[in-house]
């Protein structure tokens, strides 16, 4: 089993730049693919990033048209994955979440939120105007 853990949110004014970190314990994701999606009041869940394996050999990593430009996202370690914002704006206020698959087989990046086996609780993302 793998838990998620989600840090990093807060109160950003727009503009502004935020990193959020995926932090995976109970056993590696080394090789799972990642996911960050995120739901603001009143919608549904939307993909934001998320990152990958190409062939089964490197990272791939694949960003929301919102966020294109604005957004970047990378693994830190065996176990960490980062989401990094910039210019932000107050529609990118939302509760972002971490996802991953097992990892049992290197696949691609999904934008797929069925695709992934695990889920962090959320963190809450406010971008003040």
């Known amino acids: 089993q793998v838990q998620l853990l989600e840090s990093g949110g807060g109160l950003v004014q727009a503009g502004g730049s935020l990193s959020l970190a995926c932090t995976a314990s109970g056993r590696s994701v080394s090789s799972s693919t990642m996911g960050w999606f995120r739901q603001a009041p009143g919608k549904e869940r939307e993909f934001v990033a998320t990152?990958?394996?190409?062939?089964?050999?490197?990272?791939?990593a694949d960003k929301a048209d919102s966020v294109q430009g604005r957004a970047s996202i990378f693994r830190n370690d065996a176990n960490t994955v980062t989401l990094r914002m910039n210019r932000l704006k107050p529609e990118d206020t939302a509760v972002y979440y971490c996802a991953a698959d097992r990892g049992d087989t290197r696949r691609w990046p999904s934008r797929d939120p069925e695709f992934y086996d695990y889920w962090g609780q959320g963190t809450q993302v406010t971008v003040s105007s």
């Open positions: 990152t990958g394996w190409s062939a089964g050999i490197t990272y791939k």
